[in-house]
Nanobody, 114 residues
Framework: QVQLVESGGGLVQPGGSLRLSCAAS????????MGWYRQAPGTQRELVATNSAFSTNYADSVKGRFTISRDNAKKLVYLQMNSLKPEDTAVYYC?????????WGQGTQVTVSS
């Protein structure tokens, strides 16, 4: 059974930082492309960052502020978010993808507000 469990969300002031974590189980983690997506109320889910053995990609809106990283031995993927803005407010979802298999976590809320 595949499980992706996010943690680390919360309320932060503009300009602040948060680090999200996603713990994976039930998959051969190192083979999977791991990603973070987000969805704000009334909007579609959008890509934030992805990481695989071949590439790392970021949405233009987060380049230079967010960093995705992973620990294959611990089956963890992280999203370090710096210089947070109110428009970063959303539910953040962890994703694992390989050869058409696509898995999602339950999401963690990030709210950026003063």
């Amino acid at each position: 059974q595949v499980q992706l469990v996010e943690s680390g969300g919360g309320l932060v002031q503009p300009g602040g930082s948060l680090r999200l974590s996603c713990a994976a189980s039930g998959i051969i983690f190192r083979f999977y492309a791991m990603g973070w997506y987000r969805q704000a109320p009334g909007t579609q889910r959008e890509l934030v960052a992805t990481n695989s053995a071949f590439s790392t990609n970021y949405a233009d809106s987060v380049k230079g502020r967010f960093t995705i990283s992973r620990d294959n031995a611990k089956k963890l993927v992280y999203l370090q978010m710096n210089s947070l803005k109110p428009e970063d407010t959303a539910v953040y979802y962890c994703n694992a993808a390989l050869n058409g298999n696509d898995y999602w976590g339950q999401g963690t809320q990030v709210t950026v507000s003063s």
